[in-house]
């Protein structure tokens, strides 16, 4: 069986302040280019399931040849 391609999950629980848009916008822009990678147009970050145990901001940032997807709770 052949595989193409790398998926990496983190766990940045305990990491620096990411729970505000402002701030979850700074962190993808850094991580682009951290990661060489090119964007292509801006982040989609949105505030989902207010008032729900899972509310909080996701994310989606198209780079070159895959993206860059988040949930990331309160």
Same mark, same amino acid.
């Given at each position: 069986?052949?595989?193409? $391609?790398?998926?990496?999950?983190? @766990?940045?629980? $305990?990491?620096?302040?990411? @729970?505000?848009?402002?701030?979850?916008?700074?962190?993808?822009?850094?991580?682009?280019?951290?990661? @060489?990678?090119?964007?292509? $147009?801006?982040?989609?970050?949105?505030?989902?399931?207010? $008032? @729900?145990?899972?509310?909080?901001?996701?994310?989606?940032?198209?780079?070159?040849?895959?993206?860059?997807?988040?949930?990331?709770?309160?």
């Amino acid at each position: 069986m052949a595989y193409w $391609g790398y998926h990496l999950m983190l @766990d940045c629980s $305990g990491c620096e302040r990411i @729970d505000s848009k402002d701030n979850i916008y700074n962190f993808v822009k850094e991580l682009v280019k951290r990661i @060489d990678m090119t964007a292509h $147009g801006e982040p989609i970050i949105e505030f989902l399931l207010p $008032g @729900d145990p899972k509310q909080g901001y996701s994310l989606l940032q198209l780079i070159t040849t895959s993206n860059i997807s988040a949930h990331l709770w309160n």
